[in-house]
């Protein structure tokens, strides 16, 4: 099977907006509420972390349980990993928003300008690196051990990897709400379909899934 | 995790038909064409056997491609083994419609009610039970080893477990077909909405997808 490199589950705004300005250790996605944006995916069975055996099972739940499938690294920018700019704090033993079991159970490529040695947190190993897309692709495959790398964003970082022309599949959902400005992944989805099979279907949480495939 | 019993796409036309009358070794669906009610299915990119590469990755990829996540095995009437009735003949070393990689790869439970050895083909292994609804999951679960039970149809089947209510989770897909006669799973999807959260979805495709859990 050839490896693919995929995007899931990440959620924009009706006017593109994908995480807000103005990024603290406190509000990771700045001005714009993650639990607003990501609402569709919070309400699902199997959101990961979710314990309480609620949640529900429809057509949100098939792509929040796909998250991990078949996915054997992924790749994210510095600023989903946390809030530092700049060289690392030598003393900084923080690991992360991630939690002492993060949700990616994989080893993960975080790029950065600033290489650290790599931080395990349970079964995730964080690899940080300073790449261009395309050698942190390499890099990602190799780790992936056969299996697919998730691009995991945030914004910029998918942007790149879209410019690069570096990415397969991708699902994006378009939540019901605007913010007028923030980090912009596109101005709208059919910018894309030059390259890309799109299709779009609105689930009953008022949500729009836009699946894209290479052409 | 507790233990699930799902049903993953099934599919059925506008009409509830599942499958044909007049089963015969040719033809499993009977005069139902599955080729037609099943065109969703086999057009993406994750339908079982599929090697060349193409197809869609959509939602209905999606729906695919969650067929066998978590499954530890699956229970199925006998004729979706085969179109055999009655004692199986002793001189009969035919494996069954799914030829020699079956796509289920883990234990299934064949009701019937003649019992006979299990048979393995691939990495499947074909358990023929004689036993009731409860009897037959009761084993499943045992084979699933901490995994979820798939109950795979067909219609009758399907229908004995709903009626035994014992299905927590159903994906259904109604197919834009009518029949007009056949095997029935229901008259209408709400029919189970007393026992049933519903969501219903229709993709670009025409068919309209019905995603049931227990309220």
């Known amino acids: ?16 907006i994908g ?19 990501m609402a569709w995916a919070f309400a699902t069975a199997s959101f990961p972390g979710r314990t309480d055996g609620g949640g529900s099972r429809g057509l ?10 078949g996915i054997g690294a992924e790749i994210m920018g510095r600023h989903k ?45 964080f690899h940080f690196v300073d790449a261009t897309p395309e050698q942190a692709l390499a890099r ?17 970082t998918l942007r790149q990897f879209l410019d690069a022309d570096l990415v397969d599949e991708m699902h994006v959902a378009i ?4 913010y007028g400005h923030g980090l912009r992944l596109w101005d709208r989805p059919e910018d894309l379909t030059d390259r890309f099979h799109l299709e779009r279907v609105t689930a009953p949480s008022g949500v729009e899934h836009c699946f894209f495939w290479r052409r």
């Open 81 to 125: 990993f946390g809030p530092q700019r700049g060289p690392w704090d030598a003393d900084d033993d923080w690991i992360g928003w991630w939690g002492e079991e993060p949700p990616f159970h994989t080893p993960v490529v975080v790029l950065t300008h600033h290489e650290r040695a790599p931080l395990s947190v349970g079964e995730t190993t």
């Open 175 to 178: 939540a019901p709400v605007e």
């Open 1 to 16: 099977m050839t490896q693919r490199v995929r995007v899931q589950n990440v959620t924009v705004s009706r006017d593109g």
């Open 19 to 37: 995480a807000g300005e103005e990024q603290t250790l406190q509000r990771p996605f700045g001005h714009v509420d993650p639990t607003e944006l």
């Open 60 to 69: 949100e739940d098939r792509l929040t349980r796909d998250f991990a499938r």
């Open 140 to 156: 990602a495959l190799e780790l992936a051990d056969g299996r697919d790398v998730r691009i995991g964003g945030g914004v910029s």
